[in-house]
């Protein structure tokens, strides 16, 4: 199978996340497999689909130093990116990916495994959608459905400016910030970090590119974006930039803060299940869910999925048993992923809302 490679080079802060977003809209049935890689020339500040974003970003510090906050549609966490991140984007129809979000993530971060390996950075999986050098993170990844496409995100880390991402998170404290900095650099590493020099870009994909073709079992062929394509991205680009996107998760809060009544009462929680933090706003009215927001930096496909879903707890008794069997009711009859996420642990995060209101 043909798998197109687009390569992209430096690109504007917002062109590197529209890439994706574009080119997936183009997708249909019929398609070859497309690998796009980019890397932003100027930083940015990049939140997940199902963040709030006044919750995890300090949105007062990026605004005074001019650092763009762009929502993406794929799950996960904020986080800052500069040049010095190559993306990857394995963008593919529906029918020709693996099934399931949970085989998703071993396929497709076996090649970036490989690469690391051979450029001598000792690098594995870890489940669910990790990567890391001696207990160290060197990358995470994400899954979406855009469009008629399954889409795939990586990145190569060549370098990660540990102390500006910590600048730009929210925290309860400057105390919390410095241990939030310090966490970072004891966690995380970097291709500079664990190699005595950075591989020239032109090496880096030449190797990717060869283990793709072995892993995924494709042809590697450089091409050029289409004018339809380039005209996608461009319409990305707009959609990305537009205020009512970016602030989505925030304009659901407050809609459902203006439901309260005397009987009403508005609480959140937060759960971190082993496929991401669960925060929940719940609406609770004699002892059932009258409403019911869910955020956070998991992943769900599809990307409606997890707003579907907690329509559909609506009316169910705020007990563990009744949570559970509704919530597994529900991700089965909406068909519903949720890598790392039970049940169990929609069930704890709901329950943990009850628990705040007393």
Avoid at 17 to 46: F, N
Avoid at 93 to 115: C, D, G, H, M, S
Wanted: proline share 6%; net charge negative.
């Amino acid at each position: 199978m043909r798998l197109r490679v687009l390569d992209f080079g430096l690109v504007p802060a917002l062109t590197s996340q529209a890439v994706y977003h574009g080119l997936a809209e183009t997708i249909t049935a019929d398609s070859d497999p497309i690998l796009s890689l980019v890397s932003p020339q100027d930083p940015y500040v990049c939140v997940g689909m199902h963040q709030e974003i006044a919750r995890e970003v300090d949105t007062e510090y990026c605004h005074a130093k001019g650092l763009p906050i762009i929502r993406r549609h794929v799950g996960g966490g904020a986080v800052y990116l500069d040049r010095g991140q190559l993306f990857t984007h394995f963008i593919y129809p529906r029918r020709k990916a693996p099934e399931f979000a949970q085989n998703l993530y071993p396929r497709f971060i076996e090649p970036v495994v490989r690469t690391y390996q051979e450029l001598g950075v000792n690098a594995v999986y870890r489940p669910i959608n990790d990567i890391q050098v001696d207990g160290r993170k060197i990358g995470g990844t994400g899954a979406a459905s855009i469009g008629e496409a399954t889409v795939m995100v990586g990145s190569f880390m060549l370098d990660f400016d540990t102390e500006e991402m910590a600048r730009c998170l929210r925290v309860p404290s400057e105390k919390f910030r410095d241990k939030l900095r310090q966490t970072l650099n004891d966690y995380m590493t970097t291709m500079t970090r664990e190699l005595p020099a950075l591989p020239e870009r032109s090496e880096l994909i030449a190797t990717f590119l060869r283990h793709c073709a072995e892993v995924l079992d494709v042809t590697p062929e450089f091409d050029s974006p289409t004018a339809a394509e380039q005209a996608a991205i461009a319409a990305a680009e707009t959609r990305l930039a537009d205020p009512d996107w970016t602030g989505v998760q925030g304009r659901k809060l407050v809609e459902l803060g203006v439901k309260i009544s005397a009987a009403t009462h508005l609480t959140e929680s937060a759960h971190k299940a082993p496929g991401g933090l669960i925060r929940v706003h719940l609406l609770g009215r004699e002892g059932a869910i009258a409403d019911l927001m869910i955020s956070g930096d998991f992943t769900c496909l599809p990307p409606d999925g997890i707003d579907r879903l907690a329509a559909q707890l609506r009316g169910t008794a705020l007990n563990r048993d009744a949570l559970e069997a509704a919530a597994a009711t529900a991700i089965d009859r909406l068909g519903i992923e949720l890598p790392g996420v039970e049940p169990a642990d929609l069930a704890t995060a709901i329950l943990a809302a009850t628990e705040t209101s007393d």
